[in-house]
Nanobody, 124 residues
């Protein structure tokens, strides 16, 4: 499975961005896909995830009410809509995928496939 993340950019506080994670080479419907982020000098942290077949979604507390994860099975793509962004959201954002049924979607170490990062910078 190959994952391609895109959609990052520069935005002012309060603005919005939509990240995309395009998957290829596997059965997309069976993929659990998670978004993680890593700011300079910090560890990688969980943002949001959608489980296989879109059965469940999970959000980190800071993402609840501001971020929405969704998946388009026809396009083999998972989206992360991010609204009301703040400078604290500045980070490289990564998407990850896993096809196993037992993956903990919140745990980065359990994902087998990773896309390259896409940078999000929130600044006035």
């Amino acid at each position: 499975v190959q994952l391609q993340a895109s959609g990052g950019g520069y935005v002012q506080p309060g603005g919005s961005l939509r990240l995309s994670c395009a998957a290829s080479g596997g059965n997309f419907k069976m993929l659990t896909v998670g978004w993680f982020r890593q700011a300079p000098g910090k560890g990688r942290e969980f943002v949001a995830a959608t489980t296989r077949y879109g059965l469940q979604t999970h959000y980190q507390d800071f993402a609840k009410g501001r971020f929405t994860i969704s998946r388009d099975n026809a396009e083999n793509t998972v989206y992360l809509q991010m609204n009301n962004l703040s400078p604290e959201d500045t980070a490289a954002y990564y998407c990850a995928g896993d096809q196993t049924t037992t993956v903990n979607p919140l745990n980065a170490h359990e994902y087998d496939f990773w896309g390259q990062g896409t940078q999000v910078t929130v600044s006035s």
